[in-house]
């Protein structure tokens, strides 16, 4: 490389170095303004917090930070808010056990502060943990714990909608490790109809293609055929979406 080029990449390394600095400063400032304002509000419910802090649920140093200050504020669900976020983070890294522990911690608060959402994204989110640590069984109760718990409430909100898609979905992948294909399907056409109902093309292309691996573990492979292309007419939908707001 000479001279110039390596002036170039320099320079190139510098540019991207200030930009990644400067959004970071602005990511941090912004955080610290919303951070404030919840602090200040100190909402009652996890889905008006979620609403402000969303953006932040996936960083957990941020989401430390919030659990110290709504301690030092005694502001109980900033702190499950928190916590249950820091829960989700160790589900995806396979760190089970510690999940698990989160949450049920949460579920005992969510009683405390009369959040039923929070109740059930904590009860999904222990289902899907023993899942994927292979404990099926406990993994469907606890899915079905929250399924039942979110279809007595009368006027259900929007974010609760999206728990009953999850708990139905997630059981249905419960049926179809259990190998119980047909019950699966009724699940997954259950989730199918929710997903459909909140215009979620996403969660209608995984459900179509659940659909088609019950059909096709069945044997029924006109049938998984037929889904397997609906899901693949969702996936198209979803990428063309994304290339037009690109």
């Given at each position: 490389?000479?001279?110039?080029?390596?002036?170039?990449t320099?320079?190139?390394i510098?540019?991207?170095s200030?930009n990644c600095?400067?959004k970071a400063?602005t990511?941090e400032?912004?955080?610290?303004?919303d951070?404030?304002?919840?602090?200040s509000?100190?909402?009652?419910?996890?889905?008006?917090i979620?609403q402000?802090?969303?953006?932040y649920?996936?960083?957990?140093?941020?989401?430390h930070?919030?659990i110290?200050e709504s301690?030092e504020n005694?502001?109980?669900?900033?702190?499950?808010?928190g916590?249950?976020q820091?829960?989700?983070?160790?589900?995806?890294?396979?760190r089970?056990?510690?999940?698990i522990?989160?949450?049920?911690?949460?579920?005992?608060?969510?009683d405390?502060?009369?959040d039923?959402?929070?109740k059930i994204?904590?009860?999904n989110?222990?289902g899907m943990a023993?899942?994927?640590?292979?404990?099926?069984?406990?993994a469907l109760?606890?899915?079905?714990?929250?399924l039942?718990?979110?279809?007595?409430?009368?006027?259900p909100?929007?974010?609760l909608?999206?728990?009953?898609?999850?708990s139905e979905?997630?059981i249905?992948?419960?049926?179809?490790v259990?190998?119980?294909?047909e019950q699966a399907?009724?699940q997954f056409?259950?989730?199918?109809?929710?997903?459909?109902?909140?215009?979620?093309?996403?969660?209608?292309a995984?459900?179509?293609?659940?659909?088609g691996?019950s059909n096709?573990?069945l044997?029924n492979?006109?049938?998984?055929?037929?889904?397997?292309?609906?899901?693949?007419?969702?996936?198209?939908k979803?990428n063309?979406?994304?290339?037009?707001?690109?």
């Amino acid at each position: 490389m000479n001279a110039r080029k390596l002036h170039t990449t320099f320079l190139l390394i510098l540019v991207c170095s200030f930009n990644c600095a400067l959004k970071a400063q602005t990511i941090e400032h912004s955080f610290s303004e919303d951070l404030s304002q919840v602090i200040s509000a100190q909402p009652a419910y996890y889905d008006s917090i979620h609403q402000q802090l969303k953006s932040y649920a996936k960083d957990t140093s941020m989401m430390h930070i919030l659990i110290k200050e709504s301690v030092e504020n005694n502001y109980l669900m900033g702190e499950c808010y928190g916590w249950y976020q820091i829960g989700v983070h160790y589900a995806f890294r396979s760190r089970f056990n510690r999940s698990i522990g989160i949450h049920q911690q949460c579920v005992q608060k969510s009683d405390e502060l009369l959040d039923v959402n929070l109740k059930i994204l904590c009860f999904n989110m222990i289902g899907m943990a023993h899942r994927r640590w292979d404990k099926v069984n406990t993994a469907l109760d606890y899915h079905q714990q929250a399924l039942e718990l979110a279809e007595n409430v009368a006027e259900p909100s929007h974010e609760l909608k999206l728990s009953i898609a999850s708990s139905e979905n997630s059981i249905g992948n419960c049926y179809l490790v259990l190998n119980q294909f047909e019950q699966a399907i009724k699940q997954f056409e259950k989730a199918k109809k929710m997903e459909a109902h909140l215009g979620n093309d996403l969660g209608l292309a995984i459900n179509n293609q659940n659909i088609g691996h019950s059909n096709e573990e069945l044997g029924n492979l006109d049938s998984a055929y037929h889904y397997y292309q609906i899901s693949l007419e969702y996936n198209n939908k979803i990428n063309s979406d994304i290339g037009r707001v690109i």
